[in-house]
């Protein structure tokens, strides 16, 4: 009887815990680089979403590709200097993937500096 209400004990303690544990702290970033394109993919807690919508509007200056956090997207934008790239987004995940045929080396290489730039600033 005693184990019983022991262990009913330690269930109720735990179980709080255990249901505040969200997948949050967790972090993915995925790059894969091809002859042919560059892609950026990133799993990252969804109460970072706004901090790295803002990151990145700010880095593209004259582009605010984000209005809020809550957005969720699946587009192809060309910026001013006719960079063109692909985004797909929603609240904690990001995939970003630039073609190298369509854009001069130095519009690929912003947009790999930009995702290399996201990845530093999801770490921290």
Do not use: W
Not at 27 to 46: H, M, Q, W
Not at 70 to 87: E, S
Not at 104 to 120: E, F, G, M, T
């Amino acid at each position: 009887m005693k184990l019983s209400r022991l262990l009913l004990l330690l269930f109720v303690a735990v179980l709080p815990v255990a249901a505040c544990h969200h997948h949050d702290h967790n972090l993915s970033v995925t790059v894969k680089e091809t002859g042919d394109s560059y892609r950026f993919r990133a799993e990252y807690p969804r109460k970072e979403t706004g901090r790295i919508y803002r990151f990145i509007n700010q880095e593209l200056s004259s582009a605010n590709i984000f209005e809020s956090a809550d957005d969720v997207m699946d587009i192809t934008t060309t910026l001013n200097d006719n960079t063109r790239f692909y985004v797909k987004s929603r609240p904690g995940s990001l995939l970003i993937s630039v073609q190298r045929d369509e854009n001069s080396s130095a519009s690929y290489a912003r947009i790999k500096q930009l995702c290399a730039d996201i990845s530093n600033h999801l770490k921290n």
